[in-house]
């Protein structure tokens, strides 16, 4: 095997010439297991075309060797030529001692191709193979996982954590409680994120319970988990917006603005951020400064719909209406696809007395808000305005067929009814 390792020992000093050289002897004249060490090598150290001639040419003399088979599905999974490596590793008979390494490799394969069923039979046959083995227990979590099979992947997890924590790098703990997270059993997950914790101090894992914490109403756990995790990374942009969000279902709406105004100056290109911030803002009443944070947020994405409405609506209560038009102009939205920009506009126009385009504002909308109650009531009461009695009838006959009993509307449709006659 010195050669092998003269091969190796030149590569690491860069004389690749000469490791070819070498590479070229073993490959013609060298022994079995000559190749078959210099295959394994190779691979690890990326030089995938070599080690697959290696492997290769041991498959000549020894076309069902198991261990062969493995290393150059091995090889062709790292090269991606995994349509290659499946068919390589079918080739290992049941009765061969790397049988169950092939099965596991074959279910990594299937599980990225999508092909579940198959991954999970070439699984259960692994286990009939190896029933102690660990790593197939954790890889049936995985796929159960992936599938959104709850019950099965905490089973599967449950056998790894008998043995070990972690597993392939995976904190078990963490896995588990990303897994009940995500299917919406946070409580049950917060346990699973302690001991996680308790394990490694990780900002992924920290992340995650503080998410948790929020989602299952913990507010004040979740703002502690925020906070520590703002103190180990405050470039971690994620936590700003949720530890504001905690802040504010704990009615601390000063902090919560705070915590805003952190993250925006970690992360100045994040709408949500200002977006957020400007609602905070609203509730404190500071209107400029809620303007200027929905301004910023559509300066970052004119088609952001939610800051949109929002501003807009603020416009409209704040009697603005000249400003409702020029920031639906500016928008890249189309009114059509969001038909309260199209009311706005109609309100706006109207109290701009610009009847003639608030009509023809309100008729557009009324293609999109026809079942909107609040909307048709406005919508009627305009056209009384203008003059326009028997299409203003027809939209209060409609109010009435919702709301029957509505005396407003049946003294409305009353008086309309008697102009119209």
């Known amino acids: 095997m010195d050669r092998v390792n003269k091969i190796i020992q030149m590569l690491e000093n860069g004389q690749h010439n000469e490791a070819l050289i070498e590479y070229n002897v073993v490959l013609t004249k060298g022994k079995p297991e000559e190749k078959f060490l210099l295959s394994e090598e ?118 790894v954590l008998k043995e070990v924590v972690e597993m392939a790098g995976v904190n078990i703990h963490q896995r588990i409680a990303d897994l009940l997270s995500s299917s919406g059993a946070f409580e049950e997950a917060l346990p699973y994120y302690d001991k996680a914790l308790e394990e490694k101090l990780e900002i992924n894992t920290l992340f995650g319970y503080a998410f948790t914490a929020l989602q299952a109403g913990y507010n004040r756990t979740a703002i502690e988990k925020f906070t520590e995790l703002k103190e180990l990374d405050p470039e971690y942009h994620s936590l700003y917006l949720h530890l504001a969000k905690a802040y504010e279902r704990e009615e601390d709406l000063e902090n919560s603005l705070k915590t805003i105004q952190e993250g925006i100056r970690e992360d100045q290109f994040n709408k949500e951020l200002f977006f957020y911030g400007g609602k905070i803002a609203l509730k404190l009443g500071i209107t400029e400064e809620a303007e200027k944070s929905f301004r910023e947020s559509l300066a970052l994405d004119p088609g952001f719909t939610d800051a949109a409405l929002t501003l807009s609506s603020l416009f409209i209560q704040e009697e603005r209406y000249e400003d409702v038009l020029d920031l639906i102009s500016q928008l890249d939205i189309i009114e059509d696809e969001e038909p309260q920009l199209l009311w706005d506009a109609a309100v706006a126009y109207h109290q701009l007395e610009d009847f003639s385009q608030a009509l023809d504002k309100y008729e557009v909308a009324y293609t999109f808000l026809k079942q909107n ?6 919508y009627g009461y305009f056209l009384i305005e ?36």
């Open 42 to 159: 190779l691979f690890q150290l990326g030089f995938l075309e070599e080690a697959k001639a290696l492997a290769e040419n041991l498959l000549e003399t020894y076309p069902e060797e198991g261990e062969i088979l493995v290393l150059l599905g091995e090889i062709l999974v790292e090269a991606g030529e995994e349509e290659a490596a499946i068919l390589v590793l079918e080739k290992i008979s049941e009765h061969d001692v790397h049988f169950g390494q092939s099965l596991l490799l074959l279910a990594d394969l299937y599980q990225i191709q999508g092909l579940y069923e198959v991954c999970e039979s070439k699984l259960l046959k692994a286990k009939e193979v190896l029933p102690n083995e660990i790593v197939i227990d954790f890889a049936m979590g995985e796929l159960y996982s992936e599938q959104g099979e709850v019950t099965k992947a905490m089973n599967a997890y449950e056998s």
């Open 373 to 378: 109650p609040d909307f048709l009531s406005d």
């Open 386 to 421: 203008e003059g326009k009695t028997d299409r203003a009838a027809e939209i209060f006959k409609q109010l009435l067929v919702e709301d029957p009993t509505n005396s407003e509307y049946l003294d409305t449709l009353e008086r309309l009814t008697d102009l119209n006659h």
